[in-house]
Every structure is written in structure tokens, then in C-alpha cells.
């Protein structure tokens, strides 16, 4: 008995190192990417940083500093050294500041950003997409609906900036544009978060909440509730024992498809709330050619997709029976 | 008589007049509809509004952020050039981008999941690996990766903005690929010794028309979304040259004053993307598809 479930335990955790590993694997390629759009693609990135008007002592300086005398294997380790030590050098733009100091309390202004958004993300579509599901075709699903088919499509910058035009200048004066103290935490002000939270919600809502109300009228029309019907189940018990857990399950991948979409709408939306994040840091270090700092910022963006991929994929095995047995 | 039959199988249903009568029938659903009114305009401006207006978009003619007048009907910009004739020159390059981007992302990514869902192997294998790495790049963050790094040239833009969209194709006609490869008329096919890309195009392609039919629509939408957000980011047609996402950002401090200058590209841009996602919908609706695009990917 204990032989059978040790040897179970050790399939389990077999598929989990597997999942693991390929998820280093692709964090690793990413790292190549970034390094070769920063460092290998550009012919000099030291003349790309500078601009042309650049002294050659600057020029010969700015290689030094970045190491590009040295063969481009050698840069890539001593690069990816750094990146896994979290010292990343020196900021190019802002003197003597490094990296890792610059970009932490932008890191957690984004990671509270990216919080609350998902928070009210997750609840927001649940609850809508499931109520749609139970009420589906009535006059409140087909406004839900087309609603949904409008906002889905609208680019994040056009609903940020129509949300300024009515609750921040034209029309209403009642919340901030734009959140004016850079190096302050936004929660001395939470005011100031209230429009890039809505504008990311609106961009994202309707992408979750279509698909919690597709896999609930999914489930709903399935055999086993038909069955459950058949038998006499109370409705309530059928909703909250059959047909919720099954139907939440493809959200999680949502949840997390969606959270890792908003890593990259972030870079947009703080840039337009002028929010200090990881990505207004994002563009405006572009604006100057701030290489470490972009390559720092990309890393984050990126690394937080592949681990919300492999959270949403163990979660999903450990929620479905089927598939954790299915996996050796 | 063997041969006969088995020829017969190898011949892929035909599907075509059954989808023609689906797209008729796309167009009798009230999202399709919508979707056109909104689209067609919006091309038609895109196409004629440099020839009908009324001014260069790079002269200035009234004062920066000057009210609608007869000189300006839509006012002035912030540095006093006409806001209707940029808002009717500024839309070529973010259209013609978006279809380009979207048509070379899909030869690509059709290319890559058709070979992969096909092999079956450790071409399968290495295919869907590559993809899976630029998948973990959010698209906006990949495309301004490259853009920044290796300038703002238009063909650029539109060649990253098309690997954005490749793995995502590539992954849905991986599996509709998948899907339609055990069925008879494939493998008679390969029995009476069919040529592999024939069957990959004669047999298992026409399969794939309706869910890339779909997908074509709904990544149209998000080349709109990037590249208007690219351009307003900076990263796209350069100032002085007229483009919608450009002129949004241009004006965006004299939106108070003027908001015509915001408006206007935001309208269209706004009309646009909701007119083709709406085209796209109707079409899966009128196909009995609308399920599949709850579950769809996104980005």
C-alpha cells in the first residue's frame, strides 16, 4: 500500500518536474531573445544608445562600461549572471543608480496595479459570466453581451483616454488624469488608481466573462446534469456541486491568460495615467536607450507570463481529477 | 473498382458552396451588419480623405488648439495644423499596416501549424517549442522590443507585429490540423500515394477556412490595437506625419481646449476595431461557432 502511493506521489511530482523544467527551459530562450534584441541585433548598440553625435571617447567609455569589446557568448553569460544575482549594473540614464533600485518600487506599483485589477478581474467576470449562463437570452445577458462585443475589441489607449475625456477633463472633473509624483507610492493617493484599474478591467472583462458564460452553458447542457436533473437533485445543489466546478475550470487558464495579456497592457496604460510602474519605466527608458533598464523590464514582463502559464497549468491538473490521473 | 473507391475517398468534402451560403448567411446577422457600417465609412475615409482634404496634414493654417471655424472644421492641433485633414490623411499607414501584419502573420503561422499538426514528431516538437518562447512576450512588449531597439521603420513594425501573431495562428491550425489528420479522407490519400504538400493544402487546408476565417477577423482587431498603440507610443509614422494614434498623443495636453484633436482618431480608431471584430462575430455566429470564440486565445 505505502509502495503503491509513494510510487503514485513520485508520478505525480514526476509530471510536476517535467512542467517545471520546461518552464526554466522556456524562461532561458526568453533571456536569449532579450539579449540578442538589445545586445547581437543592433550593429553598435553603443553608437544606438548614443545617437551620432557621439565622441568616439564616449563611444569606446559606453562599450567598456557595457562589455561589448568581449566576445558575445562571454556577454550573454556574464548578463544572464547578473540577471539571475538581480545586479544588473547601473541605469544609463539615471547616474549611479542601479537597476535593481530603480526598478523595485516600480515593481511593486505595478504588482499592486496588476492586483487589484485581477482581483476585481476574476470576481467581476465570474459572477457576471455565470449569472449570463443561468439567465441566458434575457434582456440583462443580451445588453451584457453586447456591451462585451464593443469593449472587447477597443485598444486599451482608446478606453483610457475616453475615461480621461469623461471623468478627468471634458465632460466630469472628478478623478486625476495623471498621477503627477513619480517616486510616490500611488497608494499615498488611490485616487490616482482609479482610472488605469478601470481602463485595464474594461479592456479584460469581457475576454473572461465570455468564457466563464461559454463553459457554464457548456457544462449546463452536459449529460451528467441532464442526469442529475433526471434523478430529482435539487437545482441549487446541481449548480453548486456539478456545474460551478466544472464549469470554473478553463477560467483558471483564463485567469491566467488574461493576467499575462495584462502584463503587456500595463506597459500602455501607465504610460497614459503616467502611473510609476515597471512599464511607463518600460517606455521611457526606450525614449533614451537606457539598455539595462530594458532588458531588466522585458525580463520581469515576460517571466511573469511563464510563471502564471505554470501556476494555471498546475492548478488546473490539481482541480481535474481526469487529467491528474492522465498524467504520469 | 478498389482504386475507384479509394480515389473517391481521397477527394476532400466539398465545402465550398456550403460556406459560401454561410458567409450570405454571416450577412444577414445583425453583428455583421453593424460590423460593415462601421467599416466600410471607415475605409472609405482611410482611402479618399487625402484626396477630399481640405488642407496638407502638415501645414499649420490657424493657431494651436484653435476652436472649429470654416478654416478648420474640426479645429486646429496643437501646433494649429487642420484636425480633420490629419485625422483624413492619418489613417492609410495604420490600416495598411494592420492588413499586412495580420496576412504575413497568418502565411506564417498557417505554415508552421500545418507542418507541425502534420509531422507529428520532434518537428512537432521543436515548432511548438519555438513558438511557446515568443508566446511568453506579451505582443506589445515584444513589438517594442524590437522596434526601439532596431528604429521605428514601418516594414518593421509590421514584420514584428506579424511574429506576434504567428505562434498564435501557428497554435490553432496546430490543432484543427490535429483534428482532421486521422480522418479517412487524409489517410486514403496517403495511401494512394499523394504528394505531402498536396494533401497539406488540397485536404487539410479547405478544413481549417472557417476557424481561420474567424481568427483572421479577431487578429485583424489586434494589429488595430498594437500598432495605433505603437504609434501613439511614439514608435510608429514619425511626426510630422499624419497618424491616428500619433495625433492622440499629440493632443492629448490640449484636450481641455480642444478635444476634437483627441476625438477624431479616437472615433475612427474606436469605429474600426469594433466594426471588424463585429464582421468577425457575426461570421462565427452565422457558422455555428460561436462557442469556440468564448474559448479563444487572446492577445
Known amino acids: 500500500m505505502l509502495a503503491a502511493g509513494r510510487r503514485r506521489a513520485l508520478r505525480r511530482h514526476g509530471w510536476l518536474v517535467r512542467r517545471l523544467a520546461l518552464g526554466a527551459v522556456t524562461l532561458f530562450l526568453v533571456s536569449v531573445v532579450v539579449f540578442a534584441a538589445t545586445q547581437a541585433l543592433p550593429s553598435d548598440p553603443a553608437q544606438s544608445i548614443l545617437g551620432r553625435g557621439a565622441q568616439p571617447e564616449q563611444l569606446e567609455a559606453l562599450r567598456q562600461q557595457l562589455g561589448l569589446d568581449r566576445p558575445l557568448v562571454t556577454q550573454y553569460l556574464d548578463w544572464l549572471g547578473g540577471a539571475l544575482t538581480l545586479d544588473m549594473g547601473n541605469s544609463l540614464s539615471a547616474s549611479n543608480t542601479s537597476v535593481a533600485d530603480l526598478i523595485g518600487p516600480r515593481l511593486e506599483n505595478s504588482a499592486l496595479l496588476l492586483g487589484i485589477t485581477g482581483l476585481l478581474l476574476v470576481t467581476v467576470s465570474v459572477v457576471v459570466g455565470v449569472l449570463c449562463a443561468l439567465y441566458r437570452d434575457s434582456p440583462a445577458d443580451h445588453a451584457t453581451q453586447g456591451a462585451a462585443l464593443v469593449a472587447n475589441a477597443l485598444p486599451e489607449f482608446v478606453v483610457g483616454t475616453l475615461l480621461v475625456i469623461m471623468f478627468s477633463t471634458v465632460v466630469l472633473q472628478w478623478l486625476p488624469a495623471v498621477s503627477l509624483a513619480s517616486d510616490q507610492s500611488p497608494l499615498s493617493d488611490p485616487k490616482t488608481m482609479v482610472l488605469p484599474v478601470a481602463t485595464l478591467l474594461i479592456v479584460t472583462l469581457p475576454y473572461l466573462m465570455r468564457l466563464v458564460r461559454g463553459s457554464m452553458l457548456d457544462v449546463l447542457r452536459a449529460h451528467y446534469v441532464e442526469m442529475a436533473r433526471l434523478k430529482g437533485v435539487e437545482e441549487r445543489r446541481i449548480l453548486w456541486r456539478h456545474v460551478l466546478p466544472n464549469a470554473l475550470v478553463p477560467a483558471i487558464q483564463g485567469s491566467a491568460a488574461t493576467l499575462a495579456y495584462l502584463a503587456g497592457g500595463i506597459v500602455v496604460v501607465e504610460t497614459l495615467f503616467n502611473y510609476p510602474g515597471l512599464g511607463s519605466q518600460l517606455t521611457t527608458s526606450m525614449g533614451v536607450r537606457d539598455l539595462p533598464v530594458i532588458q531588466a523590464c522585458v525580463l520581469l514582463l515576460a517571466a511573469l507570463y511563464v510563471v502564471l502559464n505554470l501556476i494555471a497549468d498546475i492548478l488546473t491538473v490539481v482541480v481535474t481529477p481526469r487529467l491528474r490521473t492522465r498524467m504520469r | ?299
Open chain 2, 1 to 299: 473498382m478498389a482504386t475507384v473507391d479509394v480515389t473517391r475517398l481521397a477527394k476532400p468534402p466539398t465545402l465550398a458552396p456550403q460556406r459560401l451560403a454561410s458567409l450570405r448567411a454571416a450577412l444577414r446577422t445583425g453583428r455583421t451588419r453593424i460590423g460593415l457600417a462601421l467599416t466600410v465609412p471607415v475605409l472609405l475615409i482611410v482611402i479618399l480623405g487625402p484626396l477630399v482634404a481640405p488642407h496638407t496634414p502638415i501645414e499649420p493654417v490657424v493657431a494651436p488648439y484653435a476652436s472649429p471655424s470654416g478654416d478648420a472644421l474640426l479645429g486646429g492641433d496643437a501646433i494649429g495644423r487642420d484636425v480633420l485633414s490629419r485625422a483624413l490623411w492619418g489613417g492609410w499607414s495604420v490600416v495598411w499596416m494592420c492588413f499586412a501584419a495580420t496576412a504575413l502573420g497568418f502565411v506564417v503561422g498557417i505554415a508552421v501549424g500545418l507542418i507541425a499538426g502534420y509531422a507529428r514528431n520532434w518537428v512537432d516538437d521543436v515548432l511548438t517549442g519555438a513558438m511557446d518562447v515568443l508566446l511568453a512576450f506579451p505582443a506589445i512588449v515584444m513589438a517594442l522590443l524590437f522596434v526601439s531597439m532596431l528604429g521605428p521603420k514601418l516594414w518593421l513594425i509590421t514584420v514584428i507585429v506579424a511574429v506576434t501573431h504567428a505562434p498564435r495562428v501557428a497554435r490553432l491550425t496546430r490543432g484543427v490540423t490535429l483534428e482532421v489528420v486521422h480522418s479517412e479522407f487524409v489517410e486514403a490519400a496517403e495511401v494512394i500515394g499523394v504528394a505531402r504538400w498536396r494533401i497539406l493544402l488540397g485536404q487539410i487546408l479547405p478544413n481549417l477556412s472557417t476557424p481561420l476565417l474567424i481568427e483572421f477577423t479577431m487578429r485583424l482587431t489586434w494589429s488595430i490595437a498594437i500598432i495605433a498603440a505603437m504609434s501613439f507610443l511614439g514608435y510608429g509614422i514619425q511626426p510630422p506625419d499624419a497618424n491616428w494614434g500619433l495625433m492622440i498623443n499629440e493632443n492629448r495636453q490640449g484636450l481641455v481646449v480642444q478635444p476634437w484633436g483627441v476625438l477624431a482618431p479616437i472615433a475612427l480608431i474606436a469605429a474600426f476595431a469594433v466594426g471588424v471584430n463585429l464582421i468577425g462575430e457575426g461570421i462565427a455566429r452565422a457558422m455555428g461557432q460561436d462557442d469556440t470564440l468564448a474559448y479563444r486565445e487572446l492577445s
